[in-house]
């Protein structure tokens, strides 16, 4: 198993990001990158001397965080972040626990400022030098309640607010940096800007965080882990596997094997591209393997969710074994796991309780499937995944595709799953993906996908009566799948499409459009 306080090779420009338990952190992660800088996150709590001095930071962040710093048990910055000799940006109550800990005095405040705020640029520093001037009225986001009070000694004010006096501060010659609000997210115009004096102006770093570099010493590192044993990996037609799958197969060529399990519930024509795309294009070897009357057969009569999502997981597992002990076994099991999955993060209430998330893209590791894991994703973000997809060269069908949930069309289908149910399933969601794709909306939505209710209404087509099935269309926009609004299509596209599914696929007569947010409603409808 990998280890999880692993850090990419020394020779890249690094920065610490030290996490105070902020909804978000890792945006400032984001902002570092997107500028060609190498960083990683990780808890207060868990940055000791030594492992800093090993990770060789150029500089570090202090996130934002939940608490107070006048609690007790408030945490704090270590005190070595303070004697390293290294640049210090403190963000929200990173700013605030730094200008306590270095003699500042922090004081809760009755007027609390959330959301959108202004700023009075006073005066100038390394963090706004050709980004703000002196005099200007400046947007920013704050969420704080407290305040400083009173400065540091070597400190000073570069811009204030009406909450905050104290909203940007500097001690250049320690190189030293505050800011009350955050520049991490979007709303704050020119945060990035900010955040970019730091780690390029501030702390040397010249972006030298590529994708090409990435490729090439993660390659590195797999043939260095693998040598000449086998890998093993699932590939289920995502991002993540896809791009996994390839970028080790250019490390280790046919020491990989790819097993495709195909269950029956997947997209129209998907099943045909990834075998064209992997086993034609990349010459990857790949088992595909049919499994759909399996699959079919196990669920027929099926109509709990939950037994449903149950069934397939067991048979997934069941099946991918049975192929890799057809294949020999392997002493690798590769896994797109991503680094939103691996950040240790910090409790809520910014205790030092650490939870690591685990993520098997497989359904879990069964019993006795003796491998190692190989994760050559586990320090990219989703978009940076898909940059490295483009830069491998795969199909841009794949590498921009909306997520698809493991268990397929089956949790689309609520009651019984049957394969004449999954067929005409599949000719709805075409003719909606086809639309929308028309229309130069798919990159705009984060998922969107027809569900076959199980329900026959009454329609009329020419001069006849209909009894036929209904649909809904699902769309909405999110930025991780944990909450999602609907997306707001206007109604002549709603009704084109509607047109085009009723007069196109039989059995279909009327469509409806799901226009429910997450929560209180799930993206899936099972
Ligand atoms: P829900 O329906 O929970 O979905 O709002 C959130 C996101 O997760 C996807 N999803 C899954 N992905 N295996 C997966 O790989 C699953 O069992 C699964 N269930 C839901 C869903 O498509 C959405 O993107």
Same mark, same amino acid.
């Given at each position: 198993?990998?280890?999880?306080?692993?850090?990419?090779?020394?020779?890249?420009?690094?920065?610490?990001?030290?996490?105070?338990?902020?909804?978000?952190?890792?945006?400032?992660?984001? #902002?570092? #990158?997107?500028?060609?800088?190498?960083?990683?996150?990780?808890?207060?709590?868990?940055?000791?001397?030594?492992?800093?001095?090993?990770?060789?930071?150029?500089?570090?962040?202090?996130?934002?965080?939940?608490a107070s710093v006048n609690e007790g048990s408030s945490p704090k910055a270590p005190d070595h972040v303070f004697t390293l000799g290294l640049p210090v940006l403190g963000i929200c109550y990173?700013?605030?626990?730094? &200008?306590?800990?270095?003699?500042?005095?922090?004081?809760?405040?009755?007027?609390r400022e959330f959301g959108r705020a202004f700023v009075d640029v006073t005066g100038e520093c390394a963090i706004t030098q050709g980004v703000w001037a002196p005099g200007a009225r400046e947007q920013v986001w704050m969420s704080h309640g407290d305040r400083i009070t009173a400065l540091p000694p070597g400190f000073r004010s570069v811009a204030s607010s009406e909450?905050?006096?104290f909203s940007v501060i500097a001690d250049d010659e320690r190189r030293f940096y505050g800011t009350m609000f955050h520049p991490e997210v979007v709303h704050t115009p020119h945060g990035a800007?900010?955040?970019?004096?730091?780690?390029?102006?501030?702390?040397?770093?010249?972006?030298?965080?590529?994708?090409?570099?990435?490729?090439?010493?993660?390659?590195?590192?797999?043939?260095?882990?693998?040598?000449?044993?086998?890998?093993?990996?699932?590939?289920?037609?995502?991002?993540?596997?896809?791009? &996994? &799958?390839?970028?080790?197969?250019?490390?280790?060529?046919?020491?990989?094997?790819?097993?495709?399990?195909?269950?029956?519930?997947m997209r129209a024509n998907e099943s045909e591209q990834v075998v064209k795309t992997f086993r034609d294009r990349f010459n990857i070897h790949l088992v595909h393997r049919d499994a759909s009357d399996l699959f079919l057969g196990q669920l027929s009569g099926v109509t709990d969710p939950e037994i449903k999502r149950k069934t397939i997981g067991r048979l997934f597992i069941e099946v991918f074994e049975e192929e890799q002990n057809k294949i020999g076994g392997a002493d690798f099991l590769a896994q797109g796991t991503l680094y939103p999955d691996v950040i240790e993060s910090v409790s809520a209430t910014g205790g030092p309780s650490v939870t690591i998330k685990s993520h098997h893209n497989v359904g879990g590791l069964p019993e006795g499937m003796r491998m190692q894991l190989i994760e050559p994703l586990r320090e990219l973000f989703k978009d940076e995944v898909r940059v490295l997809g483009r830069e491998l060269g795969i199909p841009e069908e794949i590498v921009g595709r909306h997520p698809f949930p493991g268990p397929g069309l089956a949790i689309r289908i609520p009651g019984d799953v049957t394969r004449e149910k999954a067929d005409l399933l599949r000719r709805v969601d075409t003719v909606f993906l086809e639309e929308i794709?028309?229309?130069?909306?798919?990159?705009?939505?984060?998922?969107?996908?027809?569900?076959?209710?199980?329900? #026959?209404?009454?329609?009329?087509?020419?001069?006849g009566r209909t009894y036929d099935q209904a649909c809904a269309l699902r769309a909405v926009t999110s930025t991780d799948g944990m909450t999602a609004d609907v997306y707001p299509f206007d109604m002549a596209f709603l009704s084109r499409v509607s047109n085009r599914i009723v007069n196109e696929v039989r059995?279909?007569?009327?469509?409806?459009?799901?226009?429910?947010?997450?929560?209180?409603?799930?993206?899936?409808?099972e």
């Open positions: 198993m990998a280890d999880p306080n692993a850090s990419a090779p020394a020779r890249h420009e690094h920065v610490l990001i030290l996490d105070f338990g902020s909804q978000v952190t890792q945006l400032i992660a984001r #902002r570092l #990158r997107e500028t060609g800088v190498y960083c990683e996150i990780w808890p207060f709590s868990h940055a000791p001397e030594a492992r800093i001095r090993a990770f060789a930071p150029r500089g570090i962040i202090l996130s934002g965080g939940p990173g700013q605030q626990t730094m &200008a306590a800990q270095l003699g500042g005095v922090v004081e809760g405040s009755d007027h909450g905050a006096p800007a900010l955040l970019k004096n730091f780690t390029h102006g501030i702390c040397g770093c010249s972006g030298d965080w590529t994708m090409g570099a990435y490729r090439a010493e993660t390659i590195a590192k797999i043939r260095a882990q693998v040598g000449t044993g086998r890998v093993v990996c699932g590939l289920s037609g995502g991002v993540d596997s896809s791009v &996994a &799958a390839v970028l080790i197969h250019e490390a280790i060529g046919d020491q990989l094997t790819c097993i495709y399990v195909d269950h029956g519930l794709r028309n229309a130069g909306l798919y990159d705009a939505i984060w998922q969107a996908f027809a569900v076959l209710l199980p329900v #026959r209404t009454v329609g009329v087509m020419g001069d059995g279909i007569n009327r469509v409806t459009y799901d226009i429910t947010s997450k929560p209180p409603g799930t993206i899936e409808w």
